[in-house]
C-alpha cells in the first residue's frame, strides 16, 4: 500500500525567512506528484506537478518553487517568505490509469507572521 | 480553460433529510469528475469518482451521475447523518493527457439534528 509523509506538520516562519517543506511517497514507483496550497476558507489550487526525477513543472506563480531531487521526494520551497503564502500545503500523488484520481498527503499548515 | 461551479457555499440540512450538493463544469473535452470531502484540519479524501460508462459511482451511501449533456456530477445521499458535516470539493482532469486538475470552491455541508 502506498503511504505519503509531509513534513513539517506545521511551522510558523516570518515574512521574508525561507521555507523548505517536503513529501515523501513510499509504495509506488515513479509516482506522479503534485503540490497544492489552500488559503485559509479557500478551495484547493494546484501549484506544481512532476511526473519524473528532476522535472517540475508550475501551474501558477506564486513565488514559490519546486523539486524533484529522487523519485519519491517531492519539495517545495522559496527564499522569501510572503504573508499570502499562509495556509495548508497539501502533496498528491495520482493513480496509473482509469480516472488518474489523486490521494492527498496530510498537509503541511504555515502560518507566516 | 476547464472550470468547475458549485453554486452553494453551506448547505445547512436537518438529520435524516436528502443531501444534494451541485457540480457544474465547463471542459473542451470530456473529464474525469471527482468528489472529495474534507474534514476541518484534515486532508481532503476521495468519495467519488466517475466511469467513463453509465455506471453510477457510490460510497458511504453517497452517489453521484455523470451527465455529459448538462455537465453536471451532483452528489446526493438519501439521508444525511451529522457525520457527514464537512466540506466538499467537486474536480475534474481534462482527458487530454495533461496533468492538471481543476477544484470548484467547495460546498459546506452542515447536518443538524
Known amino acids: 500500500a502506498q503511504t505519503i509523509h509531509q513534513w513539517p506538520v506545521a511551522e510558523i516562519k516570518a515574512v521574508g525567512s525561507p521555507l523548505s517543506l517536503g513529501c515523501t511517497i513510499k509504495?509506488?514507483?515513479?509516482?506522479?506528484l503534485y503540490w497544492y496550497w489552500q488559503a485559509t476558507g479557500g478551495t484547493l489550487q494546484q501549484l506544481f506537478y512532476?511526473?519524473?526525477?528532476?522535472?517540475v513543472e508550475s501551474v501558477v506563480q506564486l513565488n514559490l518553487s519546486a523539486s524533484r531531487p529522487k523519485d519519491d521526494q517531492f519539495i517545495l520551497s522559496t527564499e522569501k517568505l510572503l504573508l499570502s503564502h499562509s495556509g495548508f500545503y497539501l502533496c498528491a500523488w495520482r493513480i496509473t490509469g482509469g480516472a488518474y484520481e489523486q490521494y492527498f498527503g496530510p498537509g503541511t499548515r504555515l502560518t507566516v507572521l | 480553460g476547464d472550470s468547475v461551479t458549485q453554486t452553494e457555499g453551506l448547505v445547512t440540512l436537518t438529520e435524516g433529510l436528502p443531501v444534494m450538493l451541485n457540480c457544474t463544469y465547463q471542459s473542451t473535452y470530456s473529464p474525469f469528475l471527482f468528489w472529495y470531502v474534507q474534514h476541518l484540519n484534515e486532508a481532503p479524501k476521495l468519495l467519488l469518482k466517475s466511469f467513463t460508462d453509465n455506471k453510477r459511482p457510490e460510497h458511504q451511501g453517497f452517489h453521484a451521475t455523470l451527465h455529459k449533456s448538462s455537465s453536471s456530477f451532483h452528489l446526493q445521499k438519501s439521508s444525511a447523518q451529522l457525520s457527514d458535516s464537512a466540506l466538499y470539493y467537486c474536480?475534474?482532469?481534462?482527458?487530454?493527457?495533461?496533468?492538471?486538475?481543476?477544484f470548484g470552491a467547495g460546498t459546506r455541508l452542515k447536518v443538524i439534528a
Open positions: 474536480a475534474l482532469r481534462a482527458n487530454t493527457g495533461n496533468y492538471k486538475y481543476v
Open positions: 512532476s511526473i519524473t526525477v528532476g522535472q
Open positions: 509504495g509506488k514507483s515513479s509516482p506522479n
